[in-house]
């Protein structure tokens, strides 16, 4: 029986081992997809304990609670901080099977030294160990960021933000880690949704545009798009129900959005309509500013309307989405590739069994002199535990070219996540290890290693071009 993971956790022959060791483990991290707070970076927050840093807008979390028993109040109410976090390590010690259970004890020993299971028992002594460490001045927001190895990292952020806490990040420089913005622009393509107008006047605002007219509309998001340029954004990112291809003319569009503006709600049809021509227009916009484009789709949200009502969105009632055409992936990535407008594009769908069909499309569009310029994103969401991550790299590696994978990112809002690149690292290290010792590809360290670190950083650093 193999101790409970230990440093060669997950990494099941000797090929993996070293792979992992001499070649992953000590490479930085460039994280170019996450959700952490621009403000808390720049307050350099410090976190009074455990709760706040590990449950506070954790929905990963918050599902398995749910799922254990454990009532709303220790979860997103008002019960005591010290409380939530016992309710916490009573679902997680009987959580096996869970990457939760493996993410969450790697945040405790790398960053706290915990090196033991966590358990009802002993959840005080953990708690009070815990609280005590967070108090010093490495263990708050920037430190945390620069312990974990993270050279670059991307937050998420509409076109309407006023990207302030990036600028004053650049303008103090004196954290070692570059924070840039990356564009979502999610709410100006969601007309259907009921606050879409009152969205809009906060992006006219923004962009000093009376938004009256759908030309209006584009005028807006290029302004805010050389602003965020101009701010170090070569990244934008979709957030799509699915793949969506029914674009409509010039005048239908612009008919659709008239009738939005005067305050009739789009039918299903002119939405789809709608997002596919802005959809296509801001693709054109990053092919033009050499931006790269990601679509991560194959998400139903918001299913439970009451939790919904009561606790709005994000906080742990989304779903995987069936209704993912390939079909209509492959025509939005022909209509720009017919006009030499492109970008470099990186695919993730939450539908596992997208992953063959993501491959067989992007191999469709790939070109140089890029390495691997239509990218399939790393697993994601329900996908980033070890399953999910093996099928997804060997759908790759099956179909695409493995060794141009930009590898992984975090996609979280907590500062105490980036242990999933180590969790990733060993699961990559242990599956090209198995491919070796089953001898299905030589022993060729000095290919196998430069892989190995090329996955880990270097495709990302090259590939997004940041400057």
Known sequence: MKPFMDEDFLLRTQTARRLYHDYAEGMPILD???????????ENRRFENLTQIWLGGDHYKWR??????VEERYITGDAPDREKFQRYAQALSRAIGNPLYHWSHLE????????????PQNAQEVWEACSRRLQAEDMRARALIEKSGVRLLCTTDDPADSLVYHQR????????????????????????????LDYLGQLGRAAGVEIDSYKALEEALLRRMDFFQAQGCRLSDHGLGCA?????????????FA??????????????GFKTS??????RQYAQ????????????????????????????????HDGAPASQLADLLDALCGEGKLPRTLVYSLNPNDDEAIDTVLGCFQEGPTVSKMQHGSAWWFNDQKRGMEKQLTSLANKGYLAGFVGMLTDSRSFLSYPRHEYFRRILCNLMGEWVENGEYPADFETLGQVVRDIAYNNAAAYFRFR
């Open 244 to 256: 969506l291809y029914a674009p409509l003319s010039e005048e239908e569009v612009g008919a659709v």
């Open 289 to 320: 500013r050499d931006w790269a484009m990601q679509l991560h789709y194959g998400c139903k949200r918001d299913n439970n309307r009451r939790m919904f009502a009561a606790l709005g969105p994000d906080t742990g009632f989304d779903a995987i």
């Open 32 to 42: 170019y997809h996450c959700h952490l707070s621009p403000e808390e970076i720049y």
């Open 64 to 69: 398995l609670m749910r799922a254990a028993g």
């Open 259 to 272: 009738r939005r503006l005067a305050g009739r709600m789009a039918t299903a049809r002119e939405a789809l």
């Open 169 to 196: 990040l650049r303008a103090e420089g004196d954290f070692s880690v570059r924070v840039l913005p990356a564009w979502r622009p999610d709410r100006a393509l969601n007309l259907e949704k009921p606050d879409y």
């Open 108 to 119: 405790l020993k790398r960053y706290f030294g915990f090196d033991g299971a966590l358990t």
């Open 278 to 283: 802005l959809l296509l227009f801001l693709g």
